[in-house]
């Protein structure tokens, strides 16, 4: 399973992304967004229909992707404000939403201004 660090952020893809892509597509749509591609910190892309998702990071030695095909039903995104391209997940929210669950809305992040979500309970699979 992925355990994200504690020094590493979680960032979620507003746009749905076509799954047939690498890591170098992949890699263009972080750095499309203004983010910093070799820090470590996780990116997260969901296919148009909800049922791929890949992450995308690095290591330290090269980019590495995950990738996970739910067998049945679709990934419950959060909610994210129109106009936004990415929004912040933390650990919990990124466990939740790998599994299937339901994570709510993402609203406004004090530090850094980014999007941050929570976990809608129960679980809805």
Do not use: N
């Amino acid at each position: 399973m992925l355990t994200p660090r504690h020094t590493q952020r979680i960032f979620l893809a507003a746009e749905p992304v076509d799954m047939r892509g690498g890591f170098d597509r992949l890699a263009s749509r972080v750095l499309q967004a203004g983010l910093e591609l070799y820090e470590g910190h996780l990116f997260v892309f969901v296919s148009k229909r909800r049922t791929h998702l890949k992450i995308l990071t690095w290591d330290g030695t090269g980019l590495v992707v995950f990738y996970k095909r739910l067998a049945k039903g679709r990934f419950q995104l959060p909610v994210i404000p129109e106009g936004a391209r990415t929004a912040s997940l933390d650990p919990a929210s990124l466990a939740t939403l790998l599994e299937g669950c339901r994570v709510r809305g993402v609203g406004r992040s004090s530090p850094s201004g980014g999007l941050s979500s929570g976990i809608d309970t129960p679980c809805t699979k």
